[in-house]
């Protein structure tokens, strides 16, 4: 299962990764938090089905943990994926698949969690940064870290914004997340001591 808020490019490459069987993973349905999105053209693409949920659609905030939590619990998934899924996930949602959701975060964690970690990273001035795959827990980018990609700053990041340098992220980002899952596909894990071991 993969949870997805904008471009998509990490379901992309997860999509064409499960092409081959040997990867060991396959996506068993897209969830989103919002509609018109290229990541759930890209879900229709592949033939996978796929659902919104939108916070807006919903009484309050502990509604739509419980309505996304349902969405995903019927799938039954191994592992769920957020891949640029830019809601924090709810407590219900957290019990329910604890240990079990890996999100990736473009930043050298525990150095810049949030929404804006490429552009908080380049505003301090670091001179590495890079990204992040992680378990979630109930905290905001805080879970265990299983990896890392490291991507240089370069003086001309500061002219454009960051979005230069959020794209080179995104390349590392993509092949170390693909990595990642299927190794979790294949292999399991187990946590000790807030370490992600693979195999478990
Ligand atoms: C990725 O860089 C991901 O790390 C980031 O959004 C991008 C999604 O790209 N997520 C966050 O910033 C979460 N805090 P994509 O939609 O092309 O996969």
Known sequence: MVLVSGSGTNLQALIDATADPAYGAVIVAVGADRDGIAGLERAERAGLPSFVHRVKDFPDRADWDRALTGAVQGYEPDLVVTAGFMKILGPEFIA?????IVNTHPALLPAFPG????????AYGVKVTGCTVHLVDAGV????????????VTDADHADGGDALH????????????????RLAREGHRIEDRKVRIPA
Not at 115 to 122: F, I, P, S, W
Not at 167 to 176: A, C, H, M, P, S
Request: hydrophobic residues 45%; glycine residues 12%; charged residues 25%.
């Open 141 to 152: 980018d805080t879970g265990p870290i299983i990896a890392q990609g490291v991507v240089e």
């Open 96 to 100: 329910a698949f604890a240990g079990r």
């Open 115 to 122: 929404a804006h970690g490429v552009t908080d990273a380049l």
């Open 167 to 182: 794209e080179r992220i995104k390349t590392v980002e993509r092949q170390l997340l693909v990595d990642v899952v299927g």
